[in-house]
């Protein structure tokens, strides 16, 4: 038995070795290197000498690392935040359709398999000052009292049915889907009616939008990122949207019909029922999703000169930029320290996700 | 979504009654209709992005403001006329030209208040540099040397229109002028040029009503009409910045066709890292779901820790291994700073759904581990195998970090996402030639659309893993 036991180790470790032997050297060796830099001058070239925290107070004193670690964390907690909640309400919004299934399922697939450098690219061209975004945002503001009576229309309309409904009937709800439906109906002709007919005044005016190239913070986030995160929410939305919808419909139907027999509303059935079925696949949505977006670098390489530094650095980015800096010698030292700073919250985020937001399994 | 009544309510209001069934029914329609309009509208979203940029990367000027619809290079009556050209100018009606014995007949008509004269407008084959940025350099024969223009007909019409201004019927007069330009016969090089532009100075009096081919932009304040070329060909005319981006994309001392060698370097890439991720993948995956011994845990806890940690965490000691390797600047490099984590796991968890009952027999009978695997197991794996190669193929051919941090020159050895990047760098940047930056971001997915078309069913099961990034 004892010879059988040592006998599959090893086949084990012979099955593991190649594996084994990549990962030693580009992950757990990498690992090491990069923590020993950190407390060295090193520049690539001569011989590193130790310099204790040096690296780590000067990272503090960086101002560009500051805004790198704000973006990094602002970015990775709005784009995993806004993601799951649209991808998760747009599933249960689509649920009763059955399964997307053959070419719907494709098209929500399709923007996955894009490389980030092409979509990039695109968003690069639609975000242009004068560019289609502009050009769109601009309609809508042009447009805006044309907007404007659509929405008053809309909702007098739905609130005089539903008001008339319940004069004689029960449970007509707010917004029922029935004269939801009329109601849409209605004020999309009479704003097209009140558009041709000049009602209300229509603007021309010419928006240029710098979306990229500015310094402007809004709710802690470099405009220039909130654009970059509107891109990738764009990007992974319909694709989140199929897992969750995965999800959603292993849910057995029985647990929905108990939940109503013990009068549950939809409400109660969502937070009861649904939410607490969708665990499993939240946490994988959730924890894959700050990962991810806590190492975003691509789009920062590829905006390159179209945004200002500050408004673009994260700390992946500033990581690299400091090792293979424009122009200037490389400091592995600090590249290193800031490295180490991102693995280190990665960890450290992910660790209190798990802790304190979604669990892996139901409790 | 679903309809509930509150079942309680009902004796409160004995007045009221609840919804008859008809009507219920009929909210149960509405509520579906609801759903698929969410679904097609969320769908049109997304399509309508990518068709619009596609539709753009068409346009001479992606950023023309306002953006329009409906342009010559989705017309098919151009698409008529541009074969035409192209076959009168070189015998090609797809992809035109301007090659010996070219014989084109090119009109032009312009209009004016009946009072004022039409002039004769002073039309050329200018001398002129295709686009911008490298193209320029690489440009070596031109149409102008070639071409003889004649004016072979003039015929004269007369309209009224209705004056918006005074309310008032205005005759206009039109005049077309019907030129023939040739290639030059006493010419005996024999050279082929890629396009004719051509350019047709009048002055603002008058205005161009038509042209055999529509106007690619006017010029000096609307007296020159000028065209970029006036034998395109349909597909000449069509994909006019695909032709650009893969002619224009060009190593300055090689001469190479750089877009063809990232593609090359991309498929060297991907490849490569298929049958890395498949042979470190298959094999590890193995172990960890059928061995027992010790340390186990701790390999396991190892794999789930790489995949946490960001690749710039390690990039740095990594540059330093391949640097001191001798092995900077090439495809293998990319290749093997892959980490099989992922893999592995997709691995393990086949292997650990796959019977045991087989392999045990197989032991029996006197196999030894390994030819249990490769003899028992492996064939019996082809759906995870595929699964693992097109997210390795895929994974490879989208990487941006690993090629842009360890292959910087020369420009031919270059992978495409990172050739993208410099694309945008010398079109994008400076000169705002948008639509060669967007045709290459459309090339460069091609070939992993394709493998999405044709292993979809492969792709969609296992989106958790692929899914996020």
Known sequence: ?363 | MKNSTDAHSTDEHSTRSRLPLSALRRRQLASLAWVYLVFIGLGTVLLGTFAIAFAASLKEDPLENPFRFIFPQISPTVWISAADLGRQGAGDPWWGGFAPGGDIEFSLTYGAKADEEIIEPIVEVPRRKPGSGLAAAITTTFASDYALIELVGTSQNSYELVDQETGQNQSYLSKTYDYRIRYDPDQVENIKVERTPFTALAPRTQTLLDSTLPVTQMERRGRVASWNNITPGALGLIFNSYRRVINETVDLTTGDRLFFKWMGNSFTIAIGRVIFMIVLSSLAGYALARMQFKGLRLVFVVVIFSMTIPVQVTFISNYLVIRDLGLLNTNFSVIMVAIASAHVLLMKQFFESFPKEIEEAAMVEGANRFQVFFFVVLPNAKPALIVNAIMAFQGAWNDFFWPFVLITSPPSALAVPVGLLSLRQSYGAGQGDWSLVLAGAFISIIPVLIMFIMFQRYIVTNQTSVGVK
């Open chain 1, 1 to 363: 038995m004892k010879r059988f036991n040592s006998n599959q180790a090893f086949s084990g470790w012979m099955f593991l070795a190649p594996f084994l032997v990549s990962l030693g050297v580009f992950f757990l060796w990498a690992i090491l290197r990069t923590a020993w830099f950190s407390f060295t001058d090193y520049n690539l070239f001569a011989e590193p000498n130790f310099v204790g925290l040096e690296n780590f107070t000067s990272l503090v004193l960086d101002e560009l690392f500051i805004f790198a670690l704000r973006n990094s964390i602002s970015f990775a907690l709005i784009v995993t935040g806004a993601q799951t909640i649209l991808a998760l309400l747009l599933a249960i919004l689509v649920n009763s359709a059955a399964r997307a299934k053959g070419v719907a399922r494709t098209i929500f697939y399709f923007p996955s398999i894009m490389s980030s450098a092409a979509m990039t690219l695109i968003f690069l061209w639609l975000f242009q000052r004068q560019g289609l975004m502009s050009g769109m945002v601009g309609n809508f503001v042009n447009l805006r009292w044309v907007i404007l009576s659509f929405f008053v229309i809309a909702i007098v309309i739905q609130l005089a049915l539903v008001a008339m409904a319940r004069r004689k009937y029960i449970g007509v709800k707010l917004f029922d889907p029935y004269f939801l439906l009329i109601s849409v109906l209605v004020a999309l002709i009479s704003a097209v009616i009140i558009r041709m007919g000049g009602f209300v005044p229509v603007y021309d005016e010419k928006l240029l939008i710098s979306w990229l190239n500015t310094r402007e913070v809004f709710l802690f986030m470099p405009r220039t990122l909130w654009s970059v995160a509107l891109m990738n929410i764009f990007t992974t939305v319909p694709t989140l949207m199929l897992l969750f919808l995965a999800g959603l419909q292993s849910v057995p139907i029985s647990l929905y019909d108990a939940a109503k027999m013990d009068g549950a509303n939809v409400f109660h059935r969502f937070f009861n029922v649904t939410l607490p079925s969708l665990t499993p696949v939240t946490f994988a949505v959730v924890t894959l999703g700050l990962i991810g977006t806590l190492q975003m670098f691509d789009q920062v390489a590829i905006l390159g000169a179209a945004a200002p530094l500050e408004s673009r650095v994260t700390l992946a980015f500033y990581t690299y930029y400091n090792t293979f800096p424009p122009g200037g010698s490389p400091n592995i030292g600090l590249a290193s320290a800031s490295a180490l700073t991102l693995g280190v919250l990665t960890v450290l985020i992910v660790f209190l996700q798990r802790r304190f937001g979604i669990k892996e399994k139901l409790e």
